[in-house]
């Protein structure tokens, strides 16, 4: 195994995420030095760095639960994850926790969170945490792909938790170039691998602004001892394929739906529709449409904006597609004829 392209890899310094781990530093030493802090919503699409930097912080200031949703995918078994406790009941649990969490306080880090997908499981854990910080203030990150998860918890815990909001953007091709370079220095291989091959798999990563995509190309390339344009551009087209799946596997079908609705619409990358439009044909509320145009944008798969018209057309929401790219595999995969 090649660890220093694998996901589990923490490089000795995470470029191009400076500032955003300087934020999250603040937390961890304030509550080290005073026992309490801030909450944190930490936010980016896939590969931007949400785990890498959080696993690295903690690995350094060892005062923290880290909790990946993704294993415990409920209420119940995400709040026992954090003492490994065994009660019967959820309320009991809690109780315990939080007798433990004032013995013993950490910060509280919940990874992935958006993998929580039941919605009475989600509301259940949000109203847990809420109680544990009234009871303990204890900080608590959650990490997520989802821009818009504040708008899914009750207002009481919402208003509770309050917390600062830290947004990683999307790698660009400069930057992936950078991490590229530093990882492949770092491998005990004797590689010489030419520059424009360096290039190009950033250029093509940055389409998505994601070093897992970087990180996947450049070691199937190494395993394989290929790194022509061709196999490169293969790598790539598979990658995003297995992706586009678990992305559809995992949309509802209200989300399938407003999809359809801007193919029938006439969207495409170029030409955006409004939203207004959209909810007159799909009989959603305003309110609905901007949380599925909102839920798009976290999957990079659609941008929107927003123009004023005038005072007859007043200011309204335009969306399309993010790229020719998005545009055509969703067709693909949606079934929708592209001619």
């Excluded at 809690?94 to 509280?108: A, F, S």
Aim: contains cysteine; aromatic residues 8%; hydrophobic residues 35%.
């Amino acid at each position: 195994m090649i660890e220093e392209l694998s996901d589990e890899y923490i490089p000795k310094e995470v470029l191009h995420r400076e500032e955003q781990m300087s934020q999250i530093r603040d937390i961890f030493r304030n509550f080290k030095k005073n026992k309490t802090g801030t909450n944190l919503l930490l936010f980016g699409c896939t590969g931007s760095g949400k785990t890498t930097i959080i696993k690295k912080i903690i690995k350094e200031e060892n005062n923290s639960i880290y909790i990946s949703c993704d294993e415990t995918g409920t209420s119940y078994k995400t709040l026992k994850s954090f003492f490994n406790l065994n009660e019967k009941t959820h309320q009991k649990l809690l109780e315990r926790t939080i007798k433990e969490l004032k013995k013993n306080p950490k910060i509280i880090v919940l990874d992935e969170i958006d993998k929580i997908s039941r919605a009475e499981d989600f509301t259940k854990l949000m109203a847990n945490l809420n109680t544990i910080y009234r009871k303990t203030m204890v900080p608590i990150i959650l990490i997520t792909l989802k821009r818009d998860i504040l708008t899914n918890m009750k207002s009481d815990v919402r208003k509770t938790l309050l917390p600062e909001k830290i947004n990683l953007p999307s790698y660009n091709a400069v930057e992936l170039r950078d991490i590229l370079t530093s990882r492949l220095e770092n491998l005990k291989l004797d590689l010489k691998i030419d520059e424009g091959v360096i290039n190009y798999i950033s250029a093509l990563s940055a389409r998505q602004g994601s070093a897992r995509i970087l990180m996947n190309i450049i070691l199937r390339c190494i395993q394989k001892n290929t790194f022509s344009h061709d196999f490169i551009e293969e790598v790539y087209s598979n990658i995003i394929k297995e992706d586009w799946m678990d992305f559809m596997n995992d949309i509802n079908e209200s989300e399938k739906e407003f999809l359809r609705t801007l193919f029938i619409l006439g969207c495409d990358y170029e030409k955006g529709i409004s939203a207004e439009s959209i909810e007159k044909y799909i009989k959603l509320t305003g309110a609905r449409i901007s949380q599925l145009i909102n839920t798009f944008e976290r999957y990079s798969a659609v941008k929107s904006w927003h123009e004023n018209l005038g005072r007859a057309g007043g200011r309204r929401r335009f969306v399309k597609f993010a790229s020719k790219e998005v545009y055509e595999d969703l067709g693909k995969f949606m079934g929708v004829s592209l001619d």
